[in-house]
């Protein structure tokens, strides 16, 4: 089993729409979680961190259910600019390191069409 | 945000040839930066954190002879491919953790190397 699992997509949504992607996580330990958002042919950028009582960022809303171990984000009125593969992504200890390491899952592809 | 820099941003080279990619904090310092490799719509993977001053971690089935990772300044990190073969053709991003400051633990994500091993 991955250990960050996402629906790869794509989401083909018009403007305007509400859309939401799920994650899942199998490592219970995970410490902390993010969205990151990436653009073909580019490096991911922080879209934004998942707090376990949820937190929102403008039209993009982000949650956490630490017991499914399961995280979302919603993005309302989507924007062509939205279009792009959103990551999840979970930051555990690295084993014997100790060292924090972020673990990607493969990313949710939307496209938002006018 | 911090700003992390790559360099080459793209390279094409023969089979056996070996690539040198350079990564740079460059407003900020950096003890810990972190090398990943992306194949066409797959997810970052970790090849293994670089840390300042001493030998890189690496991740579970990366060859550390093959990916040779110098950590010699706050500021750089390089990743060499040894002996490059086309399966090694890849999208390689860094990161970089701040120390201090505001920022402190999140990583900043170089704009990547694309590596085309011919």
């Known amino acids: 089993r991955k250990e960050v699992e996402q629906d790869p997509g794509p989401f083909n949504v018009p403007e305007g729409a509400t859309v939401a992607f799920n994650c899942t996580y199998s490592?219970?330990?995970?410490?902390?979680f993010f969205w990151y958002r990436q653009d073909c042919r580019k490096e991911p950028k922080l879209l934004m961190s998942?707090?376990?009582s949820g937190n929102e960022d403008g039209r993009f809303t982000a949650q956490l259910n630490r017991a499914s171990q399961y995280i979302s984000l919603l993005i309302r009125d989507s924007k062509l600019s939205d279009s792009a593969t959103y990551l999840c992504?979970?930051?555990?200890?690295?084993?014997?390191?100790?060292?924090?390491?972020?673990?990607f899952g493969t990313g949710t592809r939307l496209l938002v069409s006018p | 945000g911090a700003v992390v820099s790559q360099h080459p941003s793209r390279v094409i080279c023969k089979s056996g040839t070996s690539v040198k990619i350079e990564c740079r904090s460059l407003?900020?310092?950096?003890?810990?930066m972190f090398w990943y490799r992306q194949f066409p719509k797959q997810s970052l993977m970790l090849m293994a954190t670089?840390?300042?001053?001493?030998?890189?971690?690496?991740e579970q089935g990366v060859e550390k002879d093959k990916f040779l990772i110098n950590h010699a300044s706050l500021t750089l990190s390089t990743l060499t491919v040894t002996s490059a073969h086309p399966e090694d053709s890849s999208f390689y991003i860094c990161?970089?953790?701040?120390?201090?400051?505001?920022?402190?633990?999140?990583?900043?994500f170089g704009p990547g190397t694309r590596l085309t091993v011919l």
């Open positions: 990161s970089a953790r701040e120390t201090s400051g505001p920022s402190y633990n999140e990583q900043f």
């Open positions: 490592n219970s330990a995970s410490q902390s």
């Open positions: 998942v707090y376990s």
């Open positions: 992504v979970v930051n555990a200890h690295g084993g014997h390191t100790g060292f924090q390491k972020l673990v």
């Open positions: 407003d900020f310092q950096a003890t810990t």
């Open positions: 670089s840390n300042e001053g001493s030998k890189a971690t690496y």
